[in-house]
């Protein structure tokens, strides 16, 4: 009989231990949709009020707002690994945004093969009008969070991007 | 004096309440950063698995999850709707799914002007395979987290997606 039980009870721990790893399991795949569907959710809201705003996209602005961040330019290899988001080809961006007069190629002055792309001081302008709107949007998409949650979170998102490196 | 005082308290406390608001911005905006780019490393390497180890992609492995939540098959614009991942055509995928057996269209029996898209037996079991795969990459993705961890980010993205809706 005592032989039976501690049977069970390895059986029970057993089928507990398993049972842990499948919930564990789940709430890892249920973070990761979470977590999807929040950002889906805060780029299309974004994507809308882009275009409702200034006539523009994401992936424009997306481009913009690394050359802000690379005054002396970006070849196109390097612009292209940046870009935070997809559902634009680089090219035809940087291609309408020269035509506007918001970007400009210039040849490298290291390497004359190359190209550098950098913002004209009108693309410069526009950018930081479109920028401080778009602070402003996502500080109200944010709004739900208190200083202490906003951090909380910062600090949760920076363990798991160190993990991913 | 002491009204000069006051003066300057009041000064520094306007100064101060706006660095507040700016330093909250500025979180807010970093928030969004980090969250967008965890996001895409995930998706990416969720990408890069899929096609190493199945040779398909996320777009196609998305659409057939949806169609495993719903036995009784999704209306085309219903799919579009629930696909969770950009970057393909959901006509063209279904196209694809449907030569190799994956999924059938049928009409609908209650509107004979509809199409519904379910997966097939096949399809149902290569869908699982996939599945059961994808869930452990998920886990290790998310293997830097205690128990702990994973319910304040769940927690955390649960209220931002309340407030979002």
Known sequence: MPREKTALKAIAAALDAETRVHD??????RLWLRLLSCTNQIES???????????????????????????????????????MVTGGNVTGITDGLEKEG??????????????????????ERQFRRMA?????????????FSPRQKKQLMDL?????EHLQ
Do not use: C, I, Y
């Open 45 to 83: 809201r974004v994507r809308q009020s882009l275009l409702s705003s200034f006539d523009t996209t994401l992936p424009r602005f997306d481009l913009m707002a690394q050359l802000e961040r690379a005054p002396q330019g970006l070849k196109m290899s390097e612009l292209s690994q940046r870009m």
């Open 157 to 161: 998102l920076g363990e798991l991007k």
């Open 24 to 29: 564990d399991h789940h709430v890892s795949l």
């Open 102 to 123: 918001l970007v400009v190629r210039e040849v490298d002055s290291a390497d004359r093969r190359v190209n550098r792309v950098r913002l004209t001081a009108e693309g």
């Open 132 to 144: 401080a709107e778009h602070e402003r949007w996502v500080v109200d998409l944010f709004g739900a």
